[in-house]
Structure formats: structure tokens, C-alpha cells
């Protein structure tokens, strides 16, 4: 079966390649085009065949039929007025090749990429709106100078400069031998400044990996061209910008962003390289010519940041036209300035020096203090940006009354300090034995996690908190179930069924508790890494060792509240390091790794060059150049019907058709959370007026959705638009009891099976039967069609 699969698959894609001619036969077909939402799914189970053919696309993403539908439009159209079905599976975009488990490491800059998408809804606000944009990006680029800063301090400062230089260390790891000046009986490599050239590979290395992650798919997904079409007046009535000639097609400010984080990770390993030795030439007595050398490289060091904060700042996203310009000088001078100035750091920092020794550790407090503080403060201008924005206009469903976007900043912000401070912490404990023996990582660090134990408490509070909300919730729908499934006969319910029922409700329900939890939990963060940072700062001391000498009940606390972090952020290190090899390994951990990305990958990198790639800068383009060519080579009736993110991607495809293919295309959407995550947490681009336009613009449109989908809901427009388009919800149970059409207990559903309910293909037919022309009347678009 499979290699007649992949007979078919082959003469498949062959065959699509070839234009359809518009025919009799094919002048009233129908084609319902599915698309997948997250987790993935086969062609064979979308399409309820295990004969599918592939009929255009690549390994990567593709178009599927069934072989019996493979020469549809060469056959007389069937009487019955059913639909050729195809389906777009689309999963490998985010769970392919075991590569996708270095993307964990990227878990940081995805978080703040999706705060700058979740900015309020602004009309003539062009200003604030670049100054919101602005302020992620820096955001972002402190994440990429923190994630190099703690490769600096594990590789650096805690293994060179520490461990090597420490006897004891140094004998207890033999690796270590030939950098330690008691162990070589002072080798070459001994030195401070060549141990720490050496080391200084690894933090460079990690800078070039995240550049090639970026680059290679920065070729596979930015690089696909979006369809273009001629304007047309009806283009002025979109109110998103998904609509724009140019949003799916970032690939200019990648590339700028990319040149510059990378010349910002390079010098921050090069500061980090030169710091140490510049420190030691200005003491008195130190030699002129080094002390002169490490004020020039400071110079050039201040004149590549302030390049890259340039390069930041200059250019936000072109989303008006196609912008197919490349900043080639740019892209190659900023990367390459960086790495010779590194290399040069690297000449100065080895060259020999009589009596310097390492103790102590680098300067590692003052980096990190100063990267909290810078983040801090462009949370709270962001902040204010944003309400601001939100003032001007404001719209009662937005999540947290337009604060989404800080608040998740704020958490990218403690995801890096955590994953930041989570490694430096494993490697001094494992470098460091039974302790004693070197001076351990940054107190700013050791506060940061100090402060995680409180963190939790609250989260177990917001838990226990939704667990009561749940069990009230649960009261409330036991009723409503009971009134539901009421058949009349007067017969006792089951009420294990009835519970079951109703809990599954209360818990899809929780989904609209989200923008509370995530409130508290970031305004908390915020509040307790600021008192981390003003802790290390006023005592330069861990908690434990601070608090010595106070009450016995405060000393207990700090002293429980250290250890305790240190072994959660420990441990919480592990978990990130076995999931990541796992899904490494194993391709089902991989999938369920796919589902994260599959949310928070949807939109293009704005903010951050090293996050995931978006794969709807494949997956949206693949979708509009079908639909497109598909409708103008036959003349045909097309319905898009996707499910959960499938209904994402289907509305953003259906945006970038031109207004006049638009309205030759029916919208059919289930489990959806278009307006239910999507409207209230990005409500400029999913907001009551997007979505209304999308109503007026497609022929037609109908959503389904459960009270047990804790993902999907309705699409609630305003006005009669409402009815128009959202179904009453679907039973869920299909049915209560044993019936005949049900002999058998019938699921409760929630998220999956949206095509097991009859509605579906009730609702599919009627949105076919509005796309088909009244008789003596032309098809939509049956003359007069242009290329698209």
C-alpha cells in the first residue's frame, strides 16, 4: 500500500503541474480544500481514504486527494453535488527532522516575539505604533546579549578563569589540566588571558549556531514569495494588516535583525574577553602600550554597539509592498566588523603577562545587573506604550486591556534570567564538587534564583484558584446539561454522565481565565526580580550569607529560599535537557514539542531573528497561490475549511486573495480560536473589525464550535454579522444515552471530531449551495478572470 502511495504520489504532483482546461466538465465543480490544526494530521485520516496522491507540494508541506478524485476536473461533475476534497498537511513546517529540538533553546525569543504582535488596536497612531514595534526589538536583542553573556559566564569565567585557576578545581577535573598553571607547571595555555582566549570559543560558537539556524531558515520559510495581484479598490476595505502585499514576506528585516544580533553576541564575547585583561593592564605599574591597546578596543567595542542599537532601532517591518530589497553590505559588514574586532580581543587578551593571576571572578555582576535593569525598564515603557494605544481605542475583549504585550515581555525577560541562570548554576555545582573551591557564579544569579520558590507559590495559589472556579463552574452546568439532553421522557439521568459532562465544560471554560493568570504571574515576576536585582546590589552577598546576623526567622527563609531555588532551577535545567533529547530521539516527543511551536510560530519574526520560523510564511502562500489558481482554471466553487490553527491559516490565506477571488470562496471553520485567543490576545490583527471584514469579503462563512473545546468558541461579531456567521454550539455528547444511531455510549469530543457531527457536512453543503449561481445566471468570475 505504501509504495502504490508513492507511485501515486509521484504522478501526482506530476500531474498538477500541468494547468486544468476549463472545460463543461469542470464549469460546476466543488472543492473543499481541509486544513489541519495543531499536532498535525495525516492526508489518509483527513481525507477518510488510505489511497491519498500528492498533488502538488514537497516533503516539507503539501496538497493531498484522494486517487479516486486524482483526475477530478477531467470528469463529468457528480451529480450529487459533492465536493472534491483536498487537504494541506502542513505539520512538518513545525515538527520535521530532529533538529527542531534545538528550537527549546529558542523558547525565550520565541515569547517575546509574540509580545510584539499583541499590541492594541491603534488608528492614526503611526508614532506610537513604531515606538511599541521598537521597544520588543531592543527587548529582544537584551535576551540575545544575556543568552551569550551566560555562555560567557559558564565557559569564561566559572571554567578559565575559576576552575582552571584554582588548584583544587583543577585537579579534581584532569580535563582541565593543560589551562591550569599548577597542573601544565605553567604552560603555554596557563595563562589568564590565553585561558580565557580559549574558552572564548564556546560562547563565539554558540553565537555562529544560532546565525546558521536563523540563516537556513530564514532560505526555507522567508524567502517564499507571497501571491501578488494587481490592486483593486475593494483592497481598501481590509482592516488587518494580514491583508498587506509584504506581511508575509520579512525577509529584509530578518536579514538586518540577524546581522545584528549576531555582531551584538560576538561583542558581548568579546567585551567579556577583553574586560578581564583591560582590568589588569590598568593597574599601576601595568604596561602603557596594553593599557592604550584596551582603550582603543573600548572605543571600537562602545562604536559596534551603538551600530548594532542603530541597525535595531532604523527599520521596522515594510508589510505595504513586497519589499524584495536586501541589505547586502549591511547583512555581511556588521557580522564580520564584530568577529574581527572578537578576533583582535583575542590577540590582546593572550598576549603574555609576567605575575597576572586569576582570582575571584570576572565582572559578572555588573552585566547581568545591568541587563535586568535595562529590561525592567523597557517593560514599563512598554507599558505605557501600550496603554496608551489601548486608550486611544479601546476594546473591551482585548486580554488584559491591552497589557498582553508587556506582560508576555516581562516573562521572556524571566524565561532568559532562568534559563540564563539555570546553567551557570549546574555547571559551578558540578565544577565545584562539595564546594569550597571557587567562587561560584554572579550573586545577582544565586538572587534571581532565590526568588523562584515565591514565584511558585503564587502559581499554585492561581492553581488552586482555578480549581475552585472549576468546581463553580461545574455547579452551574450541571444544570444546563440536564436542560440539554432533556428528551421529555421524564426518565432519571445518569449523573456520572451528567458530571462528566459538565466538568469537561468547566475546564474548556478556564481557557478565558487566561489573561488573569498571566497578569499576576508577570506583575509578580516583575516585582520580585526587581527585588532580587536591588538585593544584590545593596549587600553583593548571596541571601544566605546577607541575611546572617538578622532574625532566626529571617535568616531561615533566605537561607530555605536559596537552596530551594537552586535545586528548582536545577532540576527545571534537567527537565529542559531530557525533554530536548528526547525529542531529539523521538519523533511523537517531537510532535508534541510541534504543538508549541504550532501557537507560537504563526507569526513572521518581528522582534527577534533567532526565534523559531514562522511557517505561515509557507503555509499562507502555499494556501492563496491553490485556492487562486484553483479557481481561476476551473471556475469553480471552492470552500476552505480548516480546523483549530487550520482555521487560522485558512483566514489569513483567504485576507491575501485579491477581492475578487475573495468573494468566489466560502469559509468553514471548527474548534477555532479566531476570536476566542486570537482576537482578544493580538486584537490589531484579530480584532471585531478584521474579523467583520473577513465576514463581508469571503461569500460566506460559517463557524461550529462546543461549550467542551477548551481551544475553539465562537466568533461573537457584532451586529446580525453574529448569527451569520457562528452556529448554535454543536451537542457534545452527541448523545446522552443509547440510541439507534447511537447504540454504543456516545465521546465527549471537546477539540477533535468536528466532521463525526452532522452539522458539518450540513453546514458544507449550504455554504456549496450559496456558491452555486442561480440558474441563467454566470458562475462568480466565469469571464473576465485574470492570473491573480
Not at 179 to 201: C, K
Given at each position: 500500500?505504501?509504495?502504490?502511495?508513492?507511485?501515486?504520489s509521484?504522478?501526482?504532483a506530476?500531474?498538477?503541474?500541468?494547468?486544468?482546461?476549463?472545460?463543461?466538465a469542470?464549469?460546476?465543480?466543488a472543492?473543499?480544500?481541509?486544513?489541519?490544526?495543531?499536532?498535525?494530521?495525516?492526508?489518509?485520516?483527513?481525507?477518510?481514504?488510505?489511497?491519498?496522491?500528492?498533488?502538488t507540494?514537497?516533503?516539507?508541506?503539501?496538497?493531498?486527494?484522494?486517487?479516486?478524485?486524482?483526475?477530478?476536473e477531467?470528469?463529468?461533475?457528480?451529480?450529487?453535488?459533492?465536493?472534491?476534497?483536498?487537504?494541506?498537511?502542513?505539520?512538518?513546517?513545525?515538527?520535521?527532522?530532529?533538529?527542531?529540538?534545538?528550537?527549546?533553546?529558542?523558547?525565550?525569543?520565541?515569547?517575546?516575539?509574540?509580545?510584539?504582535?499583541?499590541?492594541?488596536?491603534?488608528?492614526?497612531?503611526p508614532?506610537?505604533?513604531?515606538?511599541?514595534?521598537?521597544?520588543?526589538?531592543?527587548?529582544?536583542?537584551?535576551?540575545?546579549?544575556?543568552?551569550?553573556?551566560?555562555?560567557?559566564?559558564?565557559?569564561?569565567?566559572?571554567?578559565?578563569?575559576?576552575?582552571?585557576?584554582?588548584?583544587?578545581c583543577?585537579?579534581a577535573?584532569?580535563?582541565?589540566?593543560?589551562?591550569?598553571?599548577?597542573?601544565?607547571?605553567?604552560?603555554?595555555?596557563?595563562?589568564?588571558?590565553?585561558?580565557?582566549?580559549?574558552?572564548?570559543?564556546?560562547?563565539?560558537?554558540?553565537?555562529?549556531l544560532?546565525?546558521?539556524?536563523?540563516?537556513?531558515?530564514?532560505?526555507a520559510?522567508e524567502?517564499?514569495?507571497?501571491?501578488t495581484h494587481?490592486?483593486?479598490?475593494?483592497?481598501?476595505?481590509?482592516?488587518?494588516?494580514?491583508?498587506?502585499?509584504?506581511?508575509?514576506?520579512?525577509?529584509?528585516?530578518?536579514?538586518?535583525?540577524?546581522?545584528?544580533?549576531?555582531?551584538?553576541?560576538?561583542?558581548?564575547?568579546?567585551?567579556?574577553l577583553?574586560?578581564?585583561?583591560?582590568?589588569?593592564?590598568?593597574?599601576?605599574g601595568g604596561?602603557?602600550?596594553?593599557?592604550?591597546?584596551?582603550?582603543?578596543?573600548?572605543?571600537?567595542?562602545?562604536?559596534?554597539?551603538v551600530?548594532?542599537?542603530?541597525?535595531?532601532?532604523?527599520?521596522?517591518?515594510?508589510?505595504?509592498r513586497?519589499?524584495?530589497?536586501?541589505?547586502?553590505?549591511?547583512?555581511?559588514?556588521?557580522?564580520g566588523?564584530?568577529?574581527?574586532?572578537?578576533?583582535?580581543?583575542?590577540?590582546?587578551a593572550?598576549?603574555?603577562?609576567?605575575?597576572?593571576?586569576?582570582?575571584?571572578?570576572?565582572?559578572?555582576?555588573?552585566?547581568?545587573?545591568?541587563?535586568?535593569?535595562l529590561?525592567?525598564?523597557?517593560?514599563?515603557?512598554l507599558?505605557?506604550?501600550?496603554?496608551?494605544?489601548?486608550?486611544?481605542?479601546?476594546?473591551?475583549?482585548?486580554?488584559?486591556?491591552?497589557?498582553?504585550?508587556?506582560?508576555?515581555?516581562?516573562?521572556?525577560?524571566?524565561?532568559?534570567?532562568?534559563?540564563?541562570?539555570?546553567?551557570?548554576?549546574?555547571?559551578?555545582?558540578?565544577?565545584?564538587?562539595?564546594?569550597?573551591?571557587?567562587?561560584?557564579?554572579?550573586?545577582?544569579?544565586t538572587?534571581?534564583?532565590?526568588?523562584?520558590?515565591?514565584?511558585?507559590?503564587?502559581v499554585?495559589?492561581?492553581?488552586?484558584w482555578?480549581?475552585?472556579r472549576?468546581?463553580?463552574?461545574?455547579?452551574g452546568?450541571?444544570?444546563?446539561?440536564?436542560?440539554?439532553?432533556?428528551?421529555?421522557?421524564?426518565?432519571?439521568?445518569?449523573?456520572?454522565?451528567?458530571?462528566?459532562?459538565?466538568?469537561?465544560?468547566?475546564?474548556?471554560?478556564?481557557t478565558?481565565?487566561?489573561?488573569?493568570?498571566?497578569?499576576?504571574?508577570?506583575?509578580?515576576?516583575?516585582?520580585?526580580?526587581?527585588?532580587a536585582?536591588?538585593?544584590?546590589?545593596?549587600?553583593?552577598?548571596?541571601?544566605?550569607?546577607?541575611?546572617?546576623g538578622?532574625?532566626?526567622?529571617v535568616?531561615?527563609?533566605?537561607?530555605?529560599?536559596?537552596a530551594?531555588?537552586s535545586?528548582?532551577?536545577g532540576?527545571?535545567?534537567?527537565?529542559?535537557?531530557?525533554?530536548?533529547?528526547?525529542?531529539?530521539?523521538?519523533?511523537?516527543?517531537?510532535r508534541?514539542?510541534?504543538?508549541?511551536?504550532?501557537?507560537?510560530?504563526f507569526?513572521?519574526?518581528?522582534?527577534?531573528?533567532?526565534?523559531?520560523p514562522?511557517?505561515?510564511?509557507?503555509?499562507?502562500?502555499?494556501?492563496?497561490w491553490?485556492?487562486?489558481?484553483?479557481?481561476?482554471?476551473?471556475?469553480?466553487?471552492?470552500?476552505?475549511?480548516?480546523?483549530?490553527?487550520?482555521?487560522?491559516?485558512?483566514?489569513?490565506?483567504?485576507?491575501?486573495?485579491?477581492?475578487?477571488?475573495?468573494?468566489?470562496?466560502?469559509?468553514?471553520t471548527?474548534?477555532?480560536p479566531?476570536?476566542?485567543?486570537?482576537?482578544?490576545?493580538?486584537?490589531?490583527?484579530?480584532?471585531?473589525?478584521a474579523?467583520?471584514?473577513?465576514?463581508?469579503?469571503?461569500?460566506?462563512?460559517?463557524?461550529?464550535?462546543?461549550?467542551?473545546?477548551?481551544i475553539?468558541?465562537?466568533?461573537?461579531l457584532?451586529?446580525?454579522?453574529?448569527?451569520?456567521?457562528?452556529?448554535?454550539?454543536?451537542?457534545?455528547?452527541?448523545?446522552?444515552?443509547?440510541?439507534?444511531?447511537h447504540?454504543l455510549?456516545?465521546?465527549?469530543?471537546?477539540h477533535?471530531?468536528?466532521?463525526?457531527?452532522?452539522?458539518?457536512?450540513?453546514?458544507?453543503?449550504?455554504l456549496?449551495?450559496?456558491?452555486?449561481?442561480?440558474?441563467?445566471?454566470?458562475?462568480?468570475?466565469?469571464s473576465?478572470?485574470?492570473?491573480?
Open positions: 500500500m505504501e509504495q502504490a502511495q508513492e507511485r501515486a509521484k504522478s501526482g506530476n500531474d498538477a503541474a500541468r494547468p486544468l482546461e476549463k472545460t463543461g469542470t464549469s460546476g465543480i472543492l473543499e480544500l481541509l486544513v489541519h490544526g495543531v499536532g498535525g494530521a495525516t492526508p489518509e485520516k483527513m481525507l477518510n481514504d488510505p489511497r491519498t496522491i500528492r498533488v507540494g514537497d516533503d516539507t508541506a503539501a496538497v493531498f486527494r484522494r486517487v479516486d478524485d486524482a483526475d477530478a477531467d470528469r463529468p461533475v457528480d451529480p450529487d453535488g459533492a465536493p472534491v476534497r483536498e487537504a494541506y498537511v502542513w505539520c512538518n513546517l513545525t515538527s520535521g527532522n530532529g533538529t527542531r529540538a534545538l528550537w527549546l533553546l529558542l523558547l525565550p525569543f520565541m515569547v517575546v516575539n509574540l509580545a510584539h504582535w499583541m499590541r492594541p488596536t491603534a488608528r492614526n497612531r508614532g506610537t505604533v513604531r515606538l511599541y514595534g521598537l521597544l520588543v526589538r531592543l527587548a529582544g536583542l537584551t535576551l540575545t546579549v544575556l543568552l551569550v553573556a551566560a555562555a560567557c559566564e559558564v565557559a569564561l569565567d566559572l571554567t578559565a578563569w575559576q576552575c582552571a585557576g584554582t588548584r583544587a583543577a585537579e577535573h584532569s580535563w582541565l589540566g593543560f589551562l591550569s598553571p599548577t597542573e601544565s607547571d605553567g604552560g603555554w595555555w596557563s595563562e589568564p588571558g590565553r585561558r580565557l582566549a580559549l574558552a572564548a570559543v564556546v560562547p563565539a560558537a554558540l553565537t555562529g544560532l546565525w546558521f539556524l536563523s540563516r537556513r531558515t530564514w532560505s520559510y524567502s517564499q514569495k507571497p501571491l494587481a490592486p483593486e479598490a475593494a483592497d481598501d476595505n481590509i482592516r488587518t494588516a494580514l491583508g498587506r502585499p509584504g506581511f508575509w514576506y520579512g525577509r529584509r528585516l530578518v536579514a538586518r535583525l540577524r546581522a545584528a544580533h549576531t555582531a551584538a553576541g560576538l561583542l558581548t564575547v568579546a567585551a567579556a577583553g574586560s578581564a585583561a583591560a582590568r589588569h593592564d590598568r593597574e599601576p604596561p602603557a602600550v596594553l593599557e592604550a591597546l584596551a582603550r582603543l578596543l573600548d572605543v571600537a567595542l562602545i562604536a559596534g554597539a551600530a548594532v542599537v542603530w541597525v535595531v532601532c532604523r527599520r521596522g517591518r515594510s508589510e505595504r513586497l519589499d524584495k530589497e536586501l541589505d547586502a553590505r549591511l547583512v555581511r559588514l556588521l557580522p566588523g564584530a568577529l574581527a574586532l572578537l578576533l583582535l580581543t583575542a590577540v590582546y593572550g598576549w603574555s603577562r609576567p605575575g597576572w593571576r586569576s582570582t575571584g571572578r570576572l565582572p559578572g555582576d555588573t552585566t547581568f545587573g545591568t541587563l535586568a535593569l529590561q525592567g525598564l523597557l517593560v514599563l515603557v507599558a505605557v506604550v501600550a496603554h496608551l494605544l489601548y486608550r486611544a481605542h479601546p476594546d473591551p475583549r482585548a486580554a488584559m486591556r491591552g497589557f498582553a504585550g508587556p506582560a508576555v515581555a516581562t516573562l521572556a525577560c524571566a524565561l532568559g534570567g532562568v534559563m540564563s541562570g539555570g546553567v551557570s548554576q549546574r555547571v559551578a555545582d558540578w565544577l565545584d564538587g562539595t564546594g569550597g573551591t571557587i567562587a561560584g557564579p554572579p550573586v545577582l544569579l538572587w534571581q534564583a532565590s526568588v523562584i520558590p515565591a514565584v511558585l507559590l503564587v499554585l495559589g492561581l492553581v488552586g482555578l480549581a475552585r472549576t468546581l463553580q463552574l461545574r455547579r452546568e450541571l444544570e444546563a446539561v440536564e436542560r440539554d439532553y432533556d428528551d421529555g421522557s421524564g426518565e432519571r439521568m445518569d449523573d456520572a454522565r451528567t458530571r462528566r459532562i459538565a466538568s469537561t465544560r468547566a475546564m474548556a471554560a478556564l478565558d481565565r487566561g489573561p488573569r493568570i498571566l497578569g499576576i504571574t508577570s506583575a509578580v515576576t516583575l516585582l520580585l526580580g526587581a527585588a536585582l536591588a538585593g544584590a546590589q545593596l549587600t553583593d552577598d548571596t541571601p544566605g550569607d546577607a541575611s546572617h538578622s532574625y532566626a526567622i535568616q531561615g527563609s533566605a537561607e530555605t529560599a536559596q530551594l531555588g535545586w528548582l532551577i532540576v527545571g535545567f534537567l527537565l529542559f535537557v531530557t525533554w530536548g533529547r528526547r525529542a531529539y530521539k523521538d519523533a511523537s516527543a517531537r508534541t514539542i510541534g504543538i508549541l511551536w504550532d501557537v507560537g510560530t507569526w513572521p519574526r518581528a522582534a527577534h531573528p533567532f526565534a523559531p514562522c511557517y505561515a510564511e509557507r503555509a499562507v502562500p502555499d494556501l492563496t491553490r485556492m487562486a489558481t484553483w479557481t481561476e482554471e476551473t471556475g469553480g466553487r471552492l470552500v476552505i475549511s480548516g480546523h483549530s490553527q487550520g482555521s487560522v491559516l485558512a483566514a489569513a490565506a483567504a485576507w491575501q486573495l485579491k477581492p475578487s477571488v475573495r468573494k468566489r470562496v466560502a469559509l468553514l471548527y474548534g477555532s479566531l476570536e476566542r485567543l486570537y482576537g482578544r490576545w493580538f486584537p490589531a490583527h484579530f480584532g471585531p473589525a474579523l467583520t471584514s473577513l465576514h463581508h469579503d469571503v461569500a460566506c462563512w460559517r463557524n461550529l464550535y462546543r461549550l467542551t473545546d477548551p475553539g468558541g465562537p466568533v461573537h457584532p451586529g446580525d454579522c453574529g448569527p451569520e456567521v457562528d452556529r448554535a454550539p454543536l451537542k457534545d455528547p452527541l448523545a446522552y444515552g443509547r440510541t439507534k444511531e447504540p455510549p456516545a465521546p465527549i469530543l471537546g477533535s471530531d468536528y466532521q463525526a457531527d452532522p452539522a458539518f457536512a450540513e453546514e458544507r453543503e449550504e456549496l449551495a450559496r456558491l452555486r449561481p442561480r440558474e441563467g445566471v454566470p458562475a462568480q468570475g466565469s473576465g478572470r485574470s492570473s491573480g
